[in-house]
């Protein structure tokens, strides 16, 4: 797909030149490592990024594979340290997944790819005359997936998803693994999404979930990131934005155990694993 023609300012949304400029703005975007970068710095200053991505990670392919490698390992030692039924929780959020995106056609977003698990399932999974647009708040982020994940049929664009620099109803899915539990305002998530949807798209989130009033909860109020963390809030949101026949699919209730990784949840907090849709 011609990636452009979709690709708006996220400020105005005004059309960019053939140079990335938002001729309404005069702000000049550009292109970093094959991804194009549409992100506002200031619209968009107070969203961490989780992972950190130099430009010596993306030196050479070599180089981003032996970065790779290294996160292999923490990776690894990670899903060591989750419980059995955390384990189970996400096999079967995964199954349910597989069955949805098998579904799929026309254009569809990955929100929030950032390193690249929804993308690679997509990827193998999905019908293969799809088209894929990857995105995240991070270029270094999408770069760094682009290396590892390249693929004809995906394209790699850095927006906010606050503040998407997409066009109204350009995709025909969009698709997620935990973005509302990472991007902060999930009212305005929601609303974006809403946007860039077409009239009759689907949305498909995946995620785990937290209880109103548990610690987690609470730390993740603290973060900023507790509405998109909650089910019946997200929910809320979603219908709010305007979407219809949203369903919350609990695959599995799981403790969460003590893990050094993680932020949240807290340990000994009950979460939930959920497949959210939603319709356009």
């Not at 001729?23 to 961490?48: A, F, M, T, W």
């Not at 693929?151 to 906010?160: G, I, P």
Request: net charge negative; hydrophobic share 40%.
């Amino acid at each position: 797909m011609d990636i452009k023609s979709i690709i708006t300012c996220p400020i105005c949304h005004t059309d960019l030149d053939d140079t990335l400029r938002c001729p309404n703005c005069n702000i000049q975007y550009s292109i970093y490592h094959g991804v194009y970068d549409i992100v506002n710095r200031e619209l968009s200053e107070n969203q961490k990024i989780l992972w950190k991505i130099s430009d010596d990670d993306l030196e050479t392919k070599a180089s981003t594979e032996i970065r790779w490698q290294a996160d292999a390992e923490w990776i690894k030692d990670y899903y060591s340290r989750l419980n059995d039924d955390t384990r189970e929780g996400m096999r079967l959020q995964e199954l349910k997944m597989n069955e949805l995106l098998g579904s799929l056609y026309g254009c569809v977003c990955d929100l929030a790819t950032g390193m690249g698990g929804m993308l690679t399932t997509l990827i193998n999974v999905a019908p293969k005359d799809i088209q894929i647009v990857a995105t995240d708040i991070s270029k270094q982020v999408l770069a760094y997936t682009k290396i590892l994940t390249d693929n004809e049929r995906v394209s790699y664009v850095a927006t906010d998803g606050r503040c998407m620099s997409i066009k109204d109803e350009s995709f025909d899915f969009i698709v997620s693994r935990a973005a509302f539990g990472n991007i902060p305002e999930s009212d305005k998530v929601a609303k974006e999404l809403h946007r860039i949807l077409k009239t009759g798209g689907r949305l498909i989130v995946e995620g785990s979930y937290i209880e109103l009033g548990s610690a987690s909860y609470e730390l993740a109020k603290r973060e900023g990131l507790a509405d998109g963390m909650v089910e019946e809030i997200l929910c809320e949101y979603l219908r709010g934005a305007g979407f219809s026949k949203i369903e919350s699919i609990v695959v599995k209730e799981a403790v969460w155990a003590e893990n050094p990784y993680d932020l949240l949840p807290v340990a000994g907090d009950k979460q939930k694993f959920c497949v959210i849709q939603a319709v356009k």
